[in-house]
């Protein structure tokens, strides 16, 4: 199964996500890279990754986007010539992209027990109501991915997750929620719009104006 979830969050803004079944020769066929990314490819040795790659590399495509237009930052962050915001996530059979105009960041992650042992590193004071859940492993993992995109939005290195970013509580379920980012004596908000699967969960994070 190729493209799966294709949403439009408004006017220039939209999520594509991949799960990916192909075999890696179907991934890479007619499949043209940039010089650069041809190389970021050619260093990825575990399989599951290079697929994840090309996957993603195919939602471009499937978005009308050239892949030859993206390149990456000294830091690894990717950009499109065109000027076009763009982030991607991988995570196990999947690979996904978020494209638009504004500031934004888009994380997936299936669900795993040991977010329990690493919830503390990430979570902020007033994320407490993810550990009164039934749904507790759900809930953080879909807190981890509202902070990574975040971060992700940000563009800023040394961002302290459990103190810094936090997400607005929500209900297992909700489609749209809010986040705030303290950096730098200021308050900045953000929107979050949840993806949420049985296997897996995400979110797309956008900058208010």
Not at 10 to 33: A, F
Not at 80 to 109: C, F, K, V, W
Not at 164 to 189: E, H, M, N, R, Y
Request: charged residues 25%; glycine residues 6%; proline residues 5%.
């Amino acid at each position: 199964m190729p493209l799966y979830h294709r949403r439009k969050i408004d006017e220039h803004t939209r999520i594509l996500i991949w799960h990916i079944e192909e075999p890696l020769e179907v991934l890479k066929k007619n499949l043209k890279l940039s010089k650069a990314d041809e190389i970021r490819f050619q260093k990825r040795k575990i399989i599951s990754h290079q697929k994840q790659f090309l996957a993603s590399r195919r939602l471009l495509l499937e978005a009308g986007v050239s892949p030859e237009g993206l390149c990456h930052d000294p830091e690894g962050i990717p950009h499109l010539e065109s000027g076009q915001q763009i982030s991607i996530s991988h995570t196990r059979n999947l690979a996904g992209i978020a494209l638009g105009t504004i500031p934004l960041g888009i994380d997936l992650e299936v669900y795993r027990p040991k977010i329990e042992r690493i919830a503390p590193r990430f979570l902020h004071p007033n994320e407490s109501f993810a550990l009164e859940s039934p749904l507790k492993i759900e809930k953080l993992t879909l807190i981890w991915t509202a902070k990574e995109a975040l971060y992700k939005a940000l563009k800023i290195k040394g961002i302290v997750f459990s103190e810094q970013l936090l997400v607005t509580p929500f209900q297992w379920g909700d489609t749209c929620g809010s986040a705030k980012v303290f950096i730098s004596g200021k308050t900045l908000d953000f929107s979050l719009n949840f993806i949420i699967e049985k296997a897996y969960c995400g979110t797309l994070a956008l900058q208010n104006n």
